[in-house]
C-alpha cells in the first residue's frame, strides 16, 4: 500500500513570496491533515478535512496561510505571504478509522526555510 | 496550550538498556493515546496505541504503561538497540483531535 505522498521534499523562498505545498493521501482516507512541525517541537494541527469539507481550521492563520481539498482526494497548502517564523516542516497525514480510533499516517513533510 | 507534557526532552542509552519516557495529559476526555517514532528526514510513524481502559500494552520490545488516575502514560523500549535511535512522540487524541508532545530525542550507544 503507497502512503502519503508529498511534494515538494524541500523549499527556500524570500520572506514575502508565495509558496505552495501538495499532498495526496493513502488512497481510501477520508480525513487529511496538515501540520507544522517547529524544529524541536513535536506537530501543530493546521486544518483538517473530512473528504472535501473542513472540520476544524482554528489553527490556522488565514490571513497568510490557506488550504483546500477538491474532489475530496489530494489537497494544497499554500502560504501567502510567507514569514521568517514560518520555517518549519510542513506534515500531511492521513487517517483510517480502527477498531473505533483513527489511526493517523504521515507523509514525510516538505521542509521549508524562509530567508 | 499545552496539554500534553513529555519528558525528557533528549536521552541516552547504552544498547540493551531501557528507555523511558514520560507524557502527562490534562484533558480527561482523551480516549487514545499513541506513540509515533521519527527518524530525521521523515514523517512521524505510529509506533504503539493504548485507550484509557487498559494499564499497559505491549509490542515486541516496546510497552505502553498507562495510569488514568494520574493522567500520565510512558513508553518502555525494552534491550534498546542502536536502531531505536529517533525522536519519539507521545500524543492524545479525542474525536480525532490529536494532540502532541514536544518530542524526546533517543541515541542509544552501541
Known amino acids: 500500500e503507497a502512503g502519503v505522498a508529498q511534494s515538494p521534499r524541500y523549499k527556500i523562498i524570500e520572506k514575502r513570496q508565495s509558496v505552495a505545498f501538495w499532498c495526496n493521501p493513502i488512497s481510501g482516507h477520508a480525513t487529511l491533515y496538515w501540520y507544522q512541525q517547529i524544529l524541536g517541537q513535536g506537530p501543530k494541527l493546521l486544518i483538517q478535512?473530512?473528504?472535501?469539507?473542513?472540520?476544524?481550521d482554528s489553527q490556522l492563520p488565514k490571513d497568510r496561510f490557506s488550504a483546500e481539498r477538491l474532489k475530496g482526494v489530494d489537497s494544497t497548502l499554500k502560504i501567502q505571504p510567507a514569514k521568517l517564523e514560518d520555517s518549519a516542516v510542513y506534515l500531511c497525514?492521513?487517517?483510517?478509522?480502527?477498531?473505533?480510533?483513527?489511526?493517523?499516517?504521515f507523509g514525510p513533510g516538505t521542509r521549508l526555510t524562509v530567508t | 496550550q499545552q496539554q500534553v507534557k513529555q519528558s525528557p526532552q533528549s536521552l541516552i542509552v547504552q544498547k540493551g538498556g531501557i528507555s523511558i519516557i514520560n507524557c502527562a495529559y490534562e484533558?480527561?476526555?482523551?480516549?487514545?493515546f499513541p506513540w509515533y517514532q521519527q527518524f530525521p528526514g521523515k514523517g512521524p510513524a505510529l509506533l504503539i496505541a493504548?485507550?484509557?481502559?487498559?494499564s499497559e500494552k505491549k509490542e515486541g520490545r516496546f510497552t505502553i504503561s498507562f495510569n488514568k488516575s494520574a493522567k500520565q502514560f510512558s513508553l518502555h523500549i525494552m534491550d534498546s538497540q542502536p536502531g531505536d535511535s529517533a525522536t519519539y512522540f507521545c500524543a492524545a487524541s479525542k474525536n480525532n483531535d490529536m494532540r502532541f508532545g514536544a518530542g524526546t530525542r533517543l541515541t542509544v550507544k552501541p
Open positions: 497525514a492521513s487517517s483510517l478509522m480502527v477498531a473505533g480510533f483513527y489511526e493517523q499516517y
Open positions: 493504548i485507550r484509557p481502559d487498559v
Open positions: 478535512f473530512q473528504n472535501n469539507g473542513v472540520v476544524d
Open positions: 484533558n480527561t476526555a482523551f480516549d487514545y
